[in-house]
C-alpha cells in the first residue's frame, strides 16, 4: 500500500507504507550530520598538537635511533614507524583502544580495569611507561576539566593506578558517542603524526619532506587500525626489538631533547 502526496509543487512523492515521513527522515539524518561535526570537531581537538598533553616532549626511542644512525632520513623513519604501526608500540595501542572503547560502550567494568591494569604494564621500558601514563594522566586532567562525560569519571571510580594514553582516549571517545572506527584511525594518525614530528626536529626533515612522509604512511596506519579494530587482548604483541632497545638506551643518553 502506498500514500501519494501531491501538495508540494512541480513534485508527487510517494511514501510507502512504514516508511517514516520525509520531515522525520530529514530530522534523522539532520541529527546524524550534527552528531558526525561534534565527533569531528572533538577529535580534532582531543588529538591536536595543541591539546596541553605534552605529546611533543617525547619520540618514543627515536632520539636515540637517530644518535645512533639506525634513522638518518626519511626513508629509515619511514620503515621504522612501518615496524612500529605493524608489530610494536602501535598495533598496540590500538588494540588497547578499541577494547577499553567496546568495554564502556557494553558495560563491562570488569573488563575495563583489566584492560586498564594491562595497557599500563605492557611498555618495555622506564621511560615508554613514563610517556604513555604520563600522557595518560594529563589527557584525563584536561578532559574532565573541559569535556567531562561520565565514562571518565567511572574508569576514575574503578581504577585507581595509571591509565595508559591509548585507554584514556579510547573512554574518552566512547563516553561522548565518537563512532569507533574513526576515533582509531584519528587516533593512530595523531601518534603517527608525532614520531614524524619528532623526526623532522632530530634527523632533521623539512616540512615538505614530512608531510609526504605522513602520506606515504597513510596505508600502514589504516592496515594497523583494521587490525586493532579485529583484534583481542590475546593478541597483543611485539617483534620491534630494536625500538625498544633505543627506548631503553635513550635512558641513558647524554644529550637528549625529548623526555623517551
Given at each position: ?10 513534485m ?10 520525509i520531515?522525520?527522515?530529514r530530522?534523522?539524518l539532520?541529527h546524524?550530520?550534527?552528531?558526525s ?6 577529535l580534532?581537538?582531543w588529538?591536536?598538537?595543541a591539546?596541553p598533553?605534552?605529546a ?10 637517530v ?8 626513508t ?43 595497557a599500563?604494564a ?5 621511560e615508554?611507561?613514563l610517556e ?6 594529563a ?10 562525560c ?5 574508569l576514575?571510580d ?8 591509548p585507554?584514556?582516549?579510547g573512554?574518552a ?8 572506527a574513526?576515533?582509531a584511525?584519528?587516533?593512530l ?10 623526526g623532522l626536529?632530530l ?6 619532506e ?9 596505508p ?10 579485529d ?8 617483534a620491534?626489538?630494536?625500538?625498544d ?5 635513550h635512558?641513558s643518553q ?5 623526555r623517551?
Amino acid at each position: 500500500m502506498a500514500t501519494t502526496i501531491t501538495s508540494i509543487p512541480a513534485m508527487t512523492v510517494t511514501i510507502m507504507a512504514g516508511e517514516k515521513p520525509i520531515a522525520a527522515r530529514r530530522a534523522v539524518l539532520t541529527h546524524e550530520a550534527v552528531a558526525s561535526q561534534a565527533a569531528t570537531y572533538r577529535l580534532m581537538t582531543w588529538l591536536s598538537p595543541a591539546y596541553p598533553v605534552g605529546a611533543f616532549s617525547y619520540s618514543s626511542g627515536i632520539e636515540w635511533a637517530v644518535e645512533a644512525g639506525d634513522i638518518a632520513c626519511a626513508t629509515t623513519l619511514r620503515h621504522w614507524l612501518e615496524a612500529i604501526l605493524s608489530d610494536g608500540a602501535g598495533i598496540n595501542d590500538g588494540i588497547f583502544f578499541a577494547q577499553a572503547y567496546r568495554a564502556v560502550t557494553g558495560g563491562n567494568d570488569v573488563a575495563l580495569v583489566e584492560i586498564a591494569e594491562l595497557a599500563a604494564a605492557f611498555v618495555p621500558t622506564r621511560e615508554r611507561h613514563l610517556e604513555t601514563v604520563s600522557l595518560g594522566r594529563a589527557f584525563i586532567d584536561v578532559t574532565r576539566a573541559a569535556w567531562p562525560c561520565p565514562a571518565l569519571e567511572k574508569l576514575q571510580d574503578l581504577w585507581h593506578g595509571p591509565v595508559a594514553y591509548p585507554v584514556a582516549v579510547g573512554v574518552a571517545c566512547a563516553g561522548h558517542d565518537i563512532p569507533l572506527a574513526p576515533a582509531a584511525h584519528a587516533f593512530l594518525t595523531a601518534l603517527t603524526a608525532n614520531w614524524v614530528s619528532a623526526g623532522l626536529r632530530l634527523i632533521p626533515l623539512g616540512h615538505t619532506e614530512s608531510q609526504n612522509l605522513l602520506r606515504t604512511l597513510e596505508p600502514a596506519v589504516t592496515r594497523a587500525v583494521r587490525r586493532a579494530l579485529d583484534a583481542s587482548l590475546d593478541d597483543l604483541g611485539s617483534a620491534t626489538l630494536r625500538a625498544d632497545l633505543a627506548s631503553a638506551r635513550h635512558e641513558s643518553q647524554y644529550t637528549r631533547l625529548f623526555r623517551s
